[in-house]
């Protein structure tokens, strides 16, 4: 059984540019969770999405951040006009229920995005 | 008040020792916790949930939850030097992960 995928593993982005994060749940897994990881800093929670719908944003900066997750295909995580403060590691995870209701998630490699 | 506090260390222990690792959240009606190892330049890895007051014994690992006193502990037992890294303890109220306490297991 696959765990779940990140791609690409290391991104590297000049100021003003685009990025984005692809995340493949694991198999049988419907819900996706997008955390950023700053260099010796602790896990902060971005956004929690279920196909098609956004659950929860409440960590996700109000501008420059989307996040989706369609109905067919990975969960995207896209950061327009990336600034340096964006390098981090972003870190995908995923449950097959809510996270906490009996379910526990699992992480993916995570993708570290270096804006230069 | 951080909602989730851990010491971060480091804390060495020497090889076959026990490490005691705690953590203290905030929110009383949290109902379910998470220890995750991450070793360095690693993704997080899950060891243990718990959502019951008391313990939860895994192999070498025992959660230990206490509501009343907002508090939550992993106990490794014959720590050993690949047991070196940095727990995390996530609380699912907000997705609010502690800051990590980094643990070194000296052979």
């Known amino acids: 059984n696959a765990g779940v995928m990140q791609n690409p593993r290391h991104l590297v982005r000049r100021r003003g540019q685009e990025a984005r994060l692809r995340c493949s749940p694991m198999k049988g897994h419907s819900h996706v969770y997008w955390y950023r990881q700053l260099p010796e800093e602790g896990l902060k929670f971005m956004v929690y999405l279920q196909k098609e719908n956004i659950i929860d944003e409440s960590g996700m900066p109000k501008e420059r951040f989307s996040a989706e997750f369609p109905k067919e295909g990975p969960s995207i995580l896209r950061i327009q006009q990336v600034v340096r403060g964006d390098s981090a590691a972003y870190f995908c995870a995923s449950s097959p229920g809510e996270w906490g209701q009996g379910y526990e998630q699992y992480f993916g490699p995570g993708t570290r995005l270096t804006v230069t | ?107």
């Open chain 2, 1 to 107: 008040q951080k909602e989730v506090e851990q010491n971060s260390g480091p804390l060495s222990v020497p090889e076959g020792a026990i490490a005691s690792l705690n953590c203290t959240y905030s929110d009383r009606g949290s109902q379910s916790f998470f220890w995750y190892r991450q070793y360095s330049g690693k993704s997080p890895e899950l060891i243990m949930s718990i959502y019951s007051n008391g313990d939860k014994e895994d192999g070498r690992f025992t959660a230990q939850l206490n509501k009343a006193s907002q508090y939550v502990s992993l106990l490794i037992r014959d720590s050993q030097p690949s047991d070196s890294a940095t727990y995390l303890c996530a609380v699912r109220t907000n997705f609010v992960f502690g800051p990590g306490t980094r643990l070194s297991v000296l052979p």
